[in-house]
């Protein structure tokens, strides 16, 4: 069965520190697509990145870095120079190619100034 | 944005009481799911759906059914509302296997 482990229940950090999320997960199928979404004080959903199976390149988008790796079956998101801006509820998600689609049980991350 | 609308946003129910929140999309995607959020859990997925009248349960059915009887409504009944499913539910839609989910509003349902 398809599970999503985010171990770090919260993390505080001081404004400009680099923090890394941690996101592990277990699956069957070859073929799955893993996401990382992000949950503001405000409540939305916003999705910032989906990544197959297949494509273990580690991808960067301005202060946002993501890191995939097959062998130890895990996805970490790393925030460099955080922002008081970042400060939310991250969460991890798998989907399997039969589409059921699982988060883990989320990382809230606190930013000080 | 992704048209995805749930309703109510607001409830408070007593035990016992049938309640059913309603999740509606003019994005005609295949796929929709129903979560809870809860302090501690994160999201977890109650039931989904691959298409009309296909449903399949999740992690934490129990005590939830859900009908979808065309493309664009996805039901989530409490067919006895508890206490213990005092929560904020959230409708995604996804329209295949390699897309990103977008999600509703959240509905904050409140059994007393």
């Known amino acids: 069965a398809q599970k999503v482990t985010q171990a770090q229940t919260e993390i505080s950090v001081v404004e400009k520190e680099d923090v890394t999320l941690d996101c592990v997960y277990e699956?069957?199928?070859?073929?799955?697509?893993l996401f990382w979404y992000k949950q503001p004080p405000s409540g939305e959903l916003v999705f910032l990145i989906r990544?197959?199976?297949?494509?273990?390149q580690n991808e960067i988008s301005g202060r946002y870095s993501w890191n995939f790796q097959k062998s130890t079956s895990s996805f970490n998101f790393t925030i460099t120079a955080s922002q008081v801006v970042d400060s939310a509820v991250y969460f991890c998600?798998?989907?399997?190619?039969?589409?059921?689609?699982?988060f883990g049980a989320g990382t809230i991350l606190r930013v000080k100034s | 944005d992704a048209g995805i609308t749930q309703s109510p946003r607001h409830k408070v129910t007593e035990t016992g009481t049938p309640v059913t929140l309603r999740c509606h999309q003019t994005e005609n995607h295949r796929y929709m799911y129903w979560y809870r959020q809860d302090p501690g859990h994160g999201l977890r997925l109650i039931h989904y759906?691959?298409?009309?009248?296909?449903?399949d349960k999740g992690e934490v059915s129990d005590g939830y059914s859900v009908s979808r009887s065309k493309t664009e409504d996805f039901l989530l009944t409490l067919e006895s509302a508890t206490s213990s499913q005092t929560s904020v539910y959230f409708c995604?839609?996804?329209?295949?296997?390699?897309?990103?989910?977008?999600f509703g509003q959240g509905t904050r349902l409140t059994v007393v």
């Open positions: 998600a798998l989907s399997e190619y039969g589409n059921k689609l699982v």
């Open positions: 995604a839609i996804k329209q295949g296997a390699d897309t990103e989910a977008f």
């Open positions: 699956t069957r199928d070859t073929t799955y697509y």
């Open positions: 990544r197959n199976s297949f494509d273990e």
């Open positions: 759906s691959y298409g009309v009248k296909d449903t």
